[in-house]
């Protein structure tokens, strides 16, 4: 097929006329914002700067006698800030029912650790243990 030189200009307006927009990629996270994971799986990796804090949500029924305990983690990297507990909506006069652990921690020395908290009722018993690999950069 032969195009005429006349109809070249116009070809090729119309061949490049979506290259006008220009992507721009998007701002890097805050560093500084806090990061939330709920329910990590054991081995989850954590990368933070100095100063940054993450929070941990992890599904919890205290009725049962158990409950979330930090059992290690290098405390010259990491340090626990806040523990709460919040329970699901129920329906009035039901007992027993579950609800979230929340933990917060802060960045507060460079280095690695291994933070690991164990479902526990004492500790000959426990339940469940979540270990997450934790990195603190400057």
Known sequence: MIFSRA????????AFAGCGDVKVAPEP??????QVFVDPASDSRIDLVLGGTFQLLLTSNPTTGY????????????????EAY???PAPEGLVGSGGRQEFEFEAIGAGRTVLRLSYQRSEDDVADTVELNVAVSE
């Open 7 to 14: 109809l070249m200009p116009s070809l090729l307006l119309i």
């Open 29 to 34: 996270a805050d560093p500084q914002a806090t």
């Open 67 to 82: 409950y979330w305990y930090q059992t290690a983690g290098d405390e010259a990297v990491i340090e626990q800030v806040s």
């Open 86 to 88: 919040t329970a699901d």
